[in-house]
Structure formats: C-alpha cells, structure tokens
C-alpha cells in the first residue's frame, strides 16, 4: 500500500538517482521499508544512505520530497545527528533539539528588506503580515521543509508554526540552509531558530486576507521577554517535541 495518490518508493528510488542524492558519508540515498533496528535511526541513514519509508505513511513521503527538495540540507542535519550521538549517551542534547524541530517544522526565509525581517523577528504579527502584505509578497519568500508541518497542511489549522532560519534571497536556499547548519555549535540550542507562524503568510490560510485574522493572540503572540526568559529556564524547555508545532512565541 502506497499514500493514497503519491508516488511509490520505486518513483520515489528513480527520483533520488536522477537527482544523484548522498548523505554526506558518499552514500547513495535510497528509500527502502522499515526493517530491523540494529542502530539510531540517524546513524543507519548516514551509514548506509538508506531511509526507511513507510509507503502508507504521508508523513513519511513528505520527509523523501525534503530529501529531494533539500538534499544539502537534509544530509547536513543527518551528518550532525550521527557525529552527535555516539556522545550523547542516550539523551538527545540541545543541538540535536534544534536539528529535529528544523528537520520536522523549519522554514526557510529568504529575504533582503532588513524592516520587514525586524517585524518577523519582534513577533509584529499584523503589521508584517496585514499592514505590509504587498512588500511581504513582493519581497520575502518562505520555504517550508519541515516535513511534519507539509502533513499537518493537509489539515490546516492558524496555529501551525515553523521554526526558521534567514538565508539572502538571491543566492541557493539549500546551500545556504546547509551552512548555516554546519556553522551551529555543539552548544546551540532551539533559541537560533525564529517561530514563524506559517498560516499568516499572506495567502496560506483561507480567511488570513481580513485584518482581524491577525488579531487572534491564540496564534499570533506578541513577543514577551519575561515569559521567553521563563520558558527558557524551565525543566520542560529541554523537552521540546518535534510534533509541538503550536502557537508561535
């Protein structure tokens, strides 16, 4: 059984060659049915270039057009992840929290206009996404690779968020994403990713081209130093989900 209407692994193996995808262990990426576990996930993708796809699973699909979309970017956060377990003793550390929320729920955001980026970056929901719609369209662009947000919009909802980086907007997204990834250190944490709520870009969402949308602070928090202070102090931040593509801030 395949997703209903999507591409079976065979398309999805003849895909991958023509586009000549690796990890970056030289491997020949290949998606193949889930098999015995003999290591970490990561850590058998990067070895042996082979990544297990349930044919049924869209979620799963999503994560192979990533790697066909993003091939740079994925095998980068691949290779992070492998390099990283083997000292981590069983326990994910804060870098790996930010290459499984980028991996699941990122985005990438090209674009050059410096007052519209201050807008994303302070959490000015409306006036970013309302009051300066037209320059938003014209002048920023957001690629979504997450592949857990591409299933969730198949049943969209306002809430959903991504977690981004900010590349130029005129040189190769991928590459780009995949240096900013290899210049993280081993001491990054989520913090270096921006929430982003995906749904007000303009267009996205049906009912996001009337003001009040914007207005819902459900969804469209405003940015607050305290509580960010608060969240990033407590017990629960080291237990980020990359499933929790809640509100943003």
Request: hydrophobic letters at 40%; glycine letters at 8%; a positive charge.
């Amino acid at each position: 059984m395949q997703a209903a209407g999507g591409p079976t692994l065979g398309h999805l193996n003849a895909l991958a060659d023509a586009a000549e995808l690796r990890t970056e262990s030289g491997r020949p990426v290949r998606f193949v049915p889930p098999g015995a576990a003999e290591a970490c996930y990561e850590v058998r993708v990067f070895e042996s270039g082979c990544v297990e796809t349930r044919p049924e699973s869209l979620h799963d699909l999503f994560n192979a057009l990533a790697w066909l979309a993003f091939p740079r970017t994925k095998a980068r956060i691949n290779a992070m992840h492998a390099a990283r377990i083997p000292h981590e003793h069983g326990r994910r550390g804060r870098l790996r929290d930010l290459l499984t929320l980028f991996d699941e729920g990122g985005a990438i955001v090209a674009c050059a206009d410096t007052e519209l980026l201050d807008m994303l970056r302070g959490f000015r929901w409306k006036e970013l996404f309302w009051e300066h719609r037209r320059r938003v369209l014209r002048s920023m662009r957001i690629s979504v690779l997450g592949h857990a947000v591409l299933e969730k919009a198949l049943d969209p909802w306002p809430g959903i968020t991504c977690k981004a980086i900010f590349v130029a907007p005129d040189a190769d997204l991928d590459a780009q994403a995949a240096a900013w990834l290899a210049q993280r250190s081993t001491q990054a944490t989520p913090r270096e990713l921006a929430p982003v709520p995906i749904f007000g870009y303009p267009g996205w969402f049906p009912g996001n081209d009337r003001p009040e949308f914007y207005d819902d602070t459900r969804y469209f928090r405003p940015f607050r130093r305290d509580s960010a202070r608060a969240r990033r102090d407590s017990p629960r931040a080291r237990r980020d989900s990359p499933r929790a593509y809640g509100n943003a801030g």
